[in-house]
């Protein structure tokens, strides 16, 4: 130090002690708060969830009561093979008449 620092700043001023962070206890009802917003909200998304599920499969079970129908009248029914594009995947080919006829595509 500098003799003039020492005579302006007495001795042992400028020690350090430790000072430690209080602990908080964390507030119980923001906690509860936080909590019951997320099931909330995971409730919610799970009831959306359902719905479009239910939908889905009203919309799949009305499919295929129209195909086994087709198959019941005794239609020949042939799905596309993979590999045949984005359009021609999930297509489903209905033949009546000779194999080589005429022929309508249901999409899935």
Request: hydrophobic fraction near 45%; include cysteine; charged fraction near 15%.
């Given at each position: ?58 919309e799949?079970?009305?499919?295929v009561?129209?195909?086994l ?40």
């Open positions: 130090m500098s003799p003039a620092l020492k005579l302006a700043v007495p001795l042992g001023a400028l020690t350090g002690a430790r000072i430690s962070p209080q602990q908080q206890k964390p507030d119980l009802a923001v906690t509860i708060g936080w909590r019951k917003c997320a099931i909330d909200s995971a409730s919610q998304t799970l009831l959306a969830a359902a719905e479009k599920l239910s939908q889905d499969a009203g799949t079970s009305k499919f009561e129209g195909v129908k087709i198959r019941a009248a005794g239609w020949a029914i042939v799905q596309m093979p993979a590999g045949g594009g984005d359009a021609q995947q999930g297509v489903l080919k209905v033949f009546y008449g000779f194999q080589k006829g005429i022929h309508f595509q249901i999409l899935l």
